[in-house]
């Protein structure tokens, strides 16, 4: 089954604690995106990757870094999670620029 | 600052008849617009598609227009449908396919 998965789904950690939420998708997707969604903001995109080694910044990327080492891996990583980042976080996938994007399931995040 | 709003948070509309979902954007650069429809604890999932070229573009029951000179784009969904119940977000990216912005969002009921 074509799919975006994302670990963990629930996920309650403390200040500073370096955390990483994993995205994986199996439909050979070349583009990844990791988004945040907040009440009454929408969602809105942190970062974005092309291919393979090629990651960029979207609107909201402080405090948030990204690595793409496979073609179907996209981790988000929290170095020092804050208060300000609790939030619903969704893993996309796309087979190019400007498509259609598969969503993971998401990842509800609370930081204390 | 926001590039894509949805102005109305939520609609209800009888079962049977026609729901327009509205957004509006601000930046005459975008040249891809998609919506997406949202049900509790799931992930986004795509609807449909236009691209700037276009001013209209059908799916079934679902017909996305798109006025670049007001800068607006509609969904209607005729006829709605119980299980179209859900949160509706459009999206838009420029020329390079790569960032997304997305409305806040608007919930639909549709009553039976």
Redesign the interface.
Known sequence: EAQVTQNPRYLITVTGKKLTVTCSQNMNHEYMSWYRQDPGLGLRQIYYSMNVEVTDKGDVPEGYKVSRKEKRNFPLILESPSPNQTSLYFCASSWGVGGEQYFGPGTRLTVT | D?Q?K?NSPSLSVQEGRISILNCDYTNSMF??F?W?KKYP??????LI?I?SIKDKNEDGRFTVFLNKSAKHLSLHIVPSQPGDSAVY?C?A?P???????????TSLTVIP
């Open positions: 926001q894509v949805q040249d891809y998609l997406y604890a799931e992930g986004p999932t795509f598609s691209s977000f999206a990216a020329n390079t396919g790569n960032q997304f912005y997305f409305g806040t969002g």
